[in-house]
């Protein structure tokens, strides 16, 4: 029988290829000096922000940042909550939800459970009411993107609308890829992010203004998915930029660092694009100290933005501290605890300190 015989090249090809990818050429981002951020705080209306831990995720801290040494790291999963005057509760990602808490083979999946080390605590829609809110009041939700760590409890808030990047909805749509499943979102409406034409927002190249009052600001950042998006929340208080998993954790932005090599050649749908995205929060962070960044699961997020209520914490951390250079130790542990995190004062709001997270 003749076979054909196949030149040794072409076995290698996925494995050129993927190399090539990994080290392809990061485009220039703009400096510091091409463009400009000032927010007129006076005439910003005053919303109230809060976060939300829902979970915890562990991995090898190696896997999440490139040299980043031996050891394991657990970071949160996490939702914030706008309380905003005028437009009502706004959601900023959902964290995974009810599905999970209730079967984790449901969402997102018993293996990528266990292949991220996922604890699940309580979803975004059993902590709304501890803080006095009713979830039927959630009016909108923004996900940064549409991985399940982020975006599984849209099914919890079958009225709000979604707002989300088009790109995203139709990556997702697909659902083969790891770490979508369409299912928390298949009725949800969608609003779709349009960044064609917008004008540059600091050092992005597009914005949305979400309520037109520059309160949230959504930003394009494709990389870490086709159309993931970072929000910023600016408060007349500080401004508070929520990366999604454009940035994992401070020394991506801090170094910058990249993420792993694994971490980009498996996770990432453009790993250079998303690492364009870090260079230009980098220079921000940079130029702008008044500016606090949150990662998608930094470890001392926990600490700085405790749980309910977080307008008292922003003045407790103060402007600028998570921009300090990380002086954390290689391995972060944070836990957040199951039934009964969330101890409620008598007046029928929870404890503002050290409800959820605490640092051993
Ligand atoms: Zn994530």
Not at 108 to 118: F, I, T
Not at 225 to 237: Q, R, W, Y
């Amino acid at each position: 029988m003749l076979t054909r015989r196949v030149p040794a090249y072409r076995n290698a090809l996925p494995f050129i290829l993927l190399l090539t990818a990994a080290c392809a050429k990061v485009p220039e981002v703009p400096k510091a000096e091409t463009w400009s951020w000032e927010v007129d705080r006076s005439s910003l209306p005053d919303a109230d922000l809060y976060a939300m831990h829902v979970a915890t995720i562990t991995g090898a801290r190696s896997f999440f940042v490139k040299g980043g040494g031996k050891g394991k790291m657990t970071g949160p999963v996490s939702s914030y909550l706008i309380d905003h005057p005028t437009e009502g509760l706004v959601l900023i990602d959902t964290a995974f939800g009810r599905a999970t808490a209730e079967s984790r083979k449901s969402y997102p999946g018993a293996l990528q459970a266990s292949m991220v080390g996922l604890e699940m605590g309580r979803p975004v829609v059993e902590q709304l009411p501890e803080g006095g809110f009713d979830p039927a009041d959630v009016a909108h939700m923004v996900v940064t993107h549409l991985h399940m760590d982020h975006a599984g409890g849209i099914a919890d808030f079958p009225g709000a609308a979604l707002w989300v990047d088009e790109r995203e909805w139709k990556a997702a749509s697909k659902s083969r890829l790891p770490g979508y499943k369409t299912g928390p979102y298949d009725n949800a409406d969608p609003r779709f992010l349009d960044f064609e034409g917008t004008a540059p927002y600091g050092p992005f190249p597009g914005h949305v203004d979400m309520f037109g009052d520059g309160s949230l600001i959504v930003l394009p950042s494709p990389g870490h998915t086709a159309g993931s998006v970072m929000v910023l929340v600016n408060l007349p208080e500080a401004s508070w930029l929520f990366t999604g998993d454009t940035t994992w954790v401070d020394d991506h932005y801090h170094g910058p660092t990249p993420k792993s090599w694994m971490a980009r050649t498996v996770v990432e749908d453009d790993a250079d694009a998303a690492w364009e995205g870090t260079i230009r929060t980098h220079h921000w962070a940079e130029a702008h100290p008044e500016l606090n960044v949150v990662p998608g699961h930094e470890p001392a997020t926990v600490e700085r933005l405790n749980n309910w209520p977080l307008p008292e914490n922003v003045g407790a951390v103060g402007g600028s501290l998570v921009n300090e250079a990380s002086s954390a130790p290689d391995v972060h542990e944070v836990e957040v605890h199951g039934e009964g995190a969330h101890p409620v004062e008598e007046d029928g709001r929870p404890d503002a300190v050290g409800d959820v997270g605490q640092q051993p």
